[in-house]
């Protein structure tokens, strides 16, 4: 029966590796597919490890694949070997909290059904309209996409470009959507439950109905990580990464060369900082916070506006981070204090490992969304926050 099932899988893949010789094809970097995020191209590849990556491609047609690799870091811990990639779909649809399906890209050159037939089949759209998130964050490997095909007759088109509105958010886990998918406030991360989609970027992002970026990386803190881990290497060392697993000088991010030119960038950082119940010293975590800023300002000019979120109810962090931004010698940097145990549940409102889950996301994103109305002068928008 074994034998049966494993000729069974060899023949299916067999079958699209088939009909994608004889497929319509477009490379990865093709001008037609609009990609939101850091990506590196090289040769006809597109690859890229930073959660919430995605790509918006247009097509007519009976099918449609993409061949892909998926590349473990060697910086990856050992446990990382088995876990894989995972990514949102999107049909003929805007980017929402629940996708129209879930994939995983787990392996070598690996041809994968973006979309099923029978929704072509059924369908009377002449163009289809896809996007594609990497859900999950670098950890868990470099994605490598070489190649999208249709069928014979099928036909590739211009996607829709970067919107005008856009957003950077920087942070860690909860920028990531860490464990947001789990139910138990008590279980323990599975990279399956990490979802970019729900995460309070994606939330706040869809709301002012703009493109975002995230450059976040779980455990990170702006002069100390989690419980002291990788000492000396921040997040903004990793702000300067074109891949967040990748720290070298080859792959340094050139903000000049990227069309993202976002209107406010968020940075929700200091949890980390100060976990395990140490904290760094206040002229440590200030000048770490303000060479982050700093980067920023390099990158999109002196006025760009900052904001710079309290991440948790500690009162020395928010002693710090409130006379850091009130001394800070850039212009255009300002404060949110935030309190999660003002506007979390514990029972309610957490996933996997005492993270929010998707309702704790929903919650900060209403307390986020006023100082991004004002500091964009966006405005409020009559819009749901979901």
């Not at 309070?200 to 992002?205: E, G, K, L, M, V």
Request: charged content about 20%; overall charge negative; hydrophobic content about 35%.
């Amino acid at each position: 029966m074994k034998k049966i099932l494993f000729l069974a899988i060899i023949a299916f893949h067999f079958s699209l590796f088939s009909s994608h010789l004889m497929a319509e094809t477009m490379p990865a970097s093709d001008a037609r597919v609009t990609y939101v995020g850091r990506t590196l191209v090289e040769g006809t590849d597109v690859s890229y490890d930073w959660t919430g990556v995605y790509f918006r491609l247009s097509f007519s047609g009976k099918s449609l694949t993409m061949r892909a690799t998926d590349t473990k870091w060697a910086e990856s811990p050992e446990w990382m070997a088995k876990r894989h990639n995972y990514f949102n779909v999107w049909i003929d649809a805007p980017m929402s909290a629940e996708p129209h399906r879930v994939i995983e890209v787990a392996s070598s050159d690996t041809i994968i059904e973006l979309i099923d037939p029978a929704y072509l089949k059924a369908s009377k759209l002449k163009e289809h309209k896809v996007i594609v998130q990497k859900r999950t964050e670098g950890e868990q490997g470099k994605t490598t996409i070489h190649e999208f095909a249709t069928d014979a007759k099928g036909v590739f088109y211009q996607a829709e470009p970067i919107r005008q509105r856009q957003l950077e958010f920087i942070g860690a886990s909860y920028d990531c959507g860490y464990g947001v998918d789990d139910p138990s406030r008590l279980a323990k991360f599975t990279p399956e439950t990490e979802n970019a989609s729900r995460s309070f970027c994606a939330i706040i992002s869809r709301y002012f109905d703009a493109d975002y970026v995230v450059v976040a990386h779980s455990g990170m803190g702006a002069a100390r990580n989690y419980n002291s881990k990788f000492d000396g290497y921040h997040m903004p060392d990793r702000y300067l990464q074109t891949f967040d697993m990748d720290s070298a000088q080859a792959t340094r991010w050139n903000a000049a060369e990227s069309d993202i030119r976002p209107a406010l960038t968020c940075i929700y950082l200091g949890g980390n900082d100060f976990s395990v119940a140490l904290q760094p010293s206040y002229e440590k975590f200030r000048d770490g916070y303000y060479r982050l800023i700093r980067y920023i300002k390099d990158n999109y000019g002196e006025d760009h506006p900052v904001l710079c979120v309290s991440s948790k109810s500690h009162s020395t962090l928010l002693d710090y981070m409130r006379d850091m931004v009130n001394t800070c010698p850039m212009p255009n940097v300002h404060f949110m204090a935030c309190c999660p145990a003002l506007y979390l549940s514990t029972d309610e409102d957490l996933g996997a490992s005492m993270h929010p889950n998707y309702i704790g996301h929903q919650k900060f994103s209403y307390a986020y969304i006023p100082y991004v109305a004002t500091i964009t002068g966006w405005g409020l928008q009559d819009n749901p926050v979901k």
